[in-house]
């Protein structure tokens, strides 16, 4: 069982910058990969940020330019640097982390941190 808790979230104007964290309730030696997803209101969730423990990071399209994704191991927390904020990117913010035991793979979701951009 990994609990996840995200932090960070607030309220931004247009072109701002947030940076939001993600803690694991234990070490995330245990956890392949960890991403960032978001959801606004009526929409599908979707894929923001990820990273594999090694470092290797992927991005949405339209965070591409805008958006940093880093861990730390040793403090078993993942990071989502982003910048040039827009209202579009409004939305609840979750962590995910993946954990791969014996070919199996489970997931695990933090409770989402709000994030608002808005003049």
């Known amino acids: 069982q990994v609990q996840l808790v995200e932090s960070g979230g607030g309220l931004v104007q247009p ?18 990969v960890m991403a960032w997803y978001r959801q606004a209101p009526g929409k599908q969730r979707e894929l923001v940020a990820g990273i594999t423990r090694d470092g290797v990071t992927s991005y949405a399209d339209s965070m ?6 880093s861990r730390d191991n ?18 609840v ?15 695990y979701w933090g409770q989402g941190t709000q994030v608002t951009v808005s003049s």
Do not use: H
Not at 64 to 69: C, L, V
Not at 74 to 86: F, G, P, R, W
Not at 93 to 107: F, H, I, P
């Open 74 to 91: 040793a403090k078993n927390t993942v990071y989502l640097q982003m910048n040039s904020l827009k209202p579009e990117d409004t939305a």
């Open 15 to 32: 072109g701002g910058s947030l940076r939001l964290s993600c803690a694991a309730s234990e070490t995330s030696f245990s956890i392949s």
């Open 93 to 107: 913010y979750y962590c995910m982390g993946l954990r791969v035991v014996g070919g199996n793979k489970y997931d």
């Open 64 to 69: 591409k330019g805008r958006a940093t994704i």
